[in-house]
Structures are given as structure tokens and as C-alpha cells.
């Protein structure tokens, strides 16, 4: 991915951050690697329309693509009149948001950068924020209840297994994905998030107020400051309230650090005491004694109270005898099944998907293992015995021992229905970034995130495709080189 030049020094710096020049290793696919910085104005792919919301970085827009008409949540900002920690937070939320595969995360699909301003493209959720639906409901019953921490706490839990600590967790960072009775919550704005190293500590008070744990205020803590602020969510999920309230915040940081926690209101004459237990675990004013983020996952309440959603056998059985045809050699043909699941698909398309992965993944670390995956086999698949080695083999495309969420959806799809005409212009329109019709090695290189790899690797992805030699991909030549998949499976291929 090249550099082009800018006006302003925080552009170029912008520039050099996003763009730093690797190692050239072989070309490994993974979804972080379709998060690239496109130089042009983001008019000329999206049409802006509505305001969303605003903050002191800028505001964030409703957009919607003019090819694809996918529509997305756009936080810009003016490059001119920012300083540049806040330049610097956004590339920060961007590395971080980027490497997170987890479907309660928020995604990032690109980043946009001319002379004016830097645009982040990002995943729409249409559903309100936790925070409206508790006042709204002044409080949920204790299986909603559950039922949401479980999911904030699984996509927590993966932050910290991938050294992320968020920092300002609180129910207005915290999405409903739809306004559907059965909404999936997505975790957002990673702005305040940071990479720890085992054993390290921060120092710097950041957060909000009421959600803050103690030892931030004290100036030394670790990842345990997002279980606190977890625990002030359950509170306010269960009663309406914060558990410590005060008109100033030198008050308030007093109540955090000296008040013990109470549930001496009315409210909470009908919550179990196994919610309460939980909470009081949780809001351990001494960090050491509070529960790591995996337990919260295994404590009794979460477990008795937590309506785990069963996919439907036959539905997870199809999609895991899916896993055992997905046989996919060539990396172009990888690399597009794998964009159009990560960048193009819905949240609808992928419910099923979705559920099974959830399902399968018992320890909710966002991941499944080679166990879980055999566990998986044993308890939903209706077909003849699959082999755990082979099937690993096939669906870990990065080849790290693990398969993430993007690659069970990518291996788990039935490409015989979803790879149509429609997903596969979209993706080449994608790939087509000057938009003359043909895709160029540079713009292959370019949007499947080459910068680190071998460019030699993107030679073969594109002679593999160019059937007429001229040295670009054209549509014919695009759909041509997918459908050569389906075939290769003895099947009838879609017709395209």
C-alpha cells in the first residue's frame, strides 16, 4: 500500500503510522489485513447522510456505499484542527479494532485519508445504546440481564487474552446491533484502549467517572479495572442506579475508593442473592481479590441464569459438513470467500453461522480450538465422522493452532448458495479501486492488505485469474477463477 504525498505534517505522520514497511513474508490471509488506508475522499465511494453523533474527536455519519449500497457508521475527523494525541488515538483505535475478530466487537472495514480529514468505516448498529434500553427499562429482569453480561463479558474476555485492556467500559459503549427482541450487543469505541504486557501496569486516570475502578483513581492498575467497570454495568442493569453517586467528582472518587457497596434500596429486595454475590465479587475495591474475567463466566448466576441459545441441530449439522467441503488452494479464491464473509456479508446472512460458533466455543475466548472443535462434531453433527486434524487443517487458514470467528464463518459458509453474482461484484468492485473495470496487481496487492508480504505472492494470485495474459483481472475473468472452485467439487456450480 503506498504513500501518497500531504499538505499537513499530521497527514504525513497519519501516512507513515498506517503504513509502516514490514518484513516481506508469505502472503497469510487473515481479516485484519482488509483494513487499509485508501487516499482519496470518502465522497467518492460513500454518500454522507446523517448525522449520528459527535464527540470531541468530530462526528460520526451515517454512509452508504454507491456501489455496494452497504450502509456503514463513518467517524471523521478534521486532521487540520487536531492535535495529534488525537490523531494518534484514532490510529491506536484503528491497530486495535482491526485485530479484534469477535462477534460482540464493533468492526472496522476502512480508513479513508485525504489533505482534510481521516475517515473511519465501521460496522452500523441500528439498535440503541444499553444505556437508553436501561432507562428506558429502568431495570431488566436478571435473565436479560444475564444474558447481556454474558456477551459483554465473552468479547472482554477476548480483549484481555489478546492483551487489551478497554478502559472506559460503560453501558453507552455498549450497542444493541438491531432494534430485534433477540439483538446481539456489540462492544465500541476502543479510543481510551490500550496493549498491556503481562505483569504491567498503567498509570494515566482514564475512563468515566462513575465506571472507574479504584486503583485507576489510584494511578497503578492492570485489566482487573475492566472487571470493576463490569460490575457497575450489572449494578445499573439490575437497578437503574450507579452504586456510587455523588454531585463532584472528588466526592464520587472518594465513595469509589472508601464505600462499600450497597443494596439496601427497594430495588433490590427481589434480586437473587447469587446476583448480588456476583456484584459485590466484582466491586472488590482491592483489584487482587476481585474475579479474573474467565470467572465471571463460570460463576453460578451467569451459568443457572444465561439462556445459552442451542442452535438448531440440523442447521449446525449443515454447517459443519460445510467445514469438511471447504478445500480451497488457490489464495485468491481464499482471499475473496474470506473478504466477502468479513466485509461484505450482513449480520442476518451470518445469524446461523454465528450461533453455531458460539455454541461450539465453550471456553468464550472468541477462538475454537481443535477440542472444541471436536466436541462440536460429537454433539451436532448428524453425518459420518469428520476427521478433527483434517478439519483443522482446512479451516485455520493463518495456520496459528486456533480458528477465529471470520475463519469458521469463511470455512462454515455454503459458497454453493452465497457465492453469487451479486457478493462477487461487490467484492471486484472492492478490489476495483480506480473503478475502470479491471483489477490491477497494485490494487490487488493494495486492498488485501500486501504491505507486509511478499509481493511475488500477489503475482500468482493474479496470473492464477488472468486467463487473457494482459496483466489485470476483468469481471469475466474474476467470477471465472471462483466458480473453477465450486466445480472442482464435483458439484454443479451456482449459476453466475
Known sequence: MGCCSTKSKSNKKLSQEFVKRKTRKEYVIKQSNFVVLIHKKITEDYELLSTLGQGGFGEVKLGKNKTTNQERAIKTILLESSKSTNIEKLIEEVNILKKLDHPNIVKVFEVYQDDLYLNIVMELCTGRELFNKIRKSRSFSENQAAKYMFEIVSAVKYCHASGIVHRDLKPENILLENKSPDAKLKLIDFGTSHFLKPHSKLSKMIGTSYYMAPEVISGSYDMQCDVWSLGIILYIMLSGLPPFYA???????????????????????????????????????????????????????????????????????????????????????????????????????????????????????????????????????????????????????????????????????????????????????????????????????????GDEYNYGDFTKMLKAADVNGDGEIDFEEFTGVMIRQLESDEEEPNQI
Open 247 to 449: 454531585k463532584d467528582e472528588k466526592s464520587l472518587y472518594k465513595k469509589i475508593r472508601n464505600k462499600p457497596v450497597s443494596f439496601k434500596k427497594p430495588v433490590w429486595s427481589n434480586v437473587s442473592k447469587e446476583a448480588k454475590e456476583l456484584i459485590r465479587w466484582m466491586l472488590n475495591k482491592s483489584p487482587a481479590y476481585r474475579p479474573k474475567i474467565t470467572d465471571i463466566l463460570d460463576h453460578e448466576w451467569i451459568k443457572t441464569r444465561m439462556n445459552n441459545s442451542v442452535p438448531d441441530i440440523s442447521l449446525a449439522s449443515e454447517s459443519l459438513s460445510n467445514l469438511k467441503l471447504f478445500n480451497v488452494h488457490n489464495k485468491l479464491q481464499k482471499a475473496t470467500m474470506t473478504f466477502i464473509v468479513s466485509q461484505i456479508a450482513t449480520n442476518t446472512e451470518l445469524r446461523v453461522l454465528r450461533e453455531v460458533f458460539l455454541a461450539l466455543d465453550v471456553n468464550k475466548d472468541g477462538t475454537l480450538s481443535k477440542g472444541e472443535l471436536i466436541n462440536g462434531l460429537s454433539k451436532f453433527s448428524q453425518t459420518e465422522s469428520m476427521n478433527a486434524n483434517e478439519l483443522m487443517q482446512k479451516c485455520d487458514i493463518d495456520q496459528n493452532g486456533l480458528i477465529s470467528y471470520t475463519e469458521f464463518l469463511t470455512a462454515a459458509t455454503n459458497w454453493k448458495t452465497a457465492l453469487n453474482k451479486d457478493k462477487l461484484y461487490k467484492a471486484f468492485q472492492a478490489f476495483d479501486m480506480d473503478r475502470n473495470g479491471k483489477i490491477s496487481l497494485e490494487e490487488l496487492w493494495q486492498r488485501l492488505g
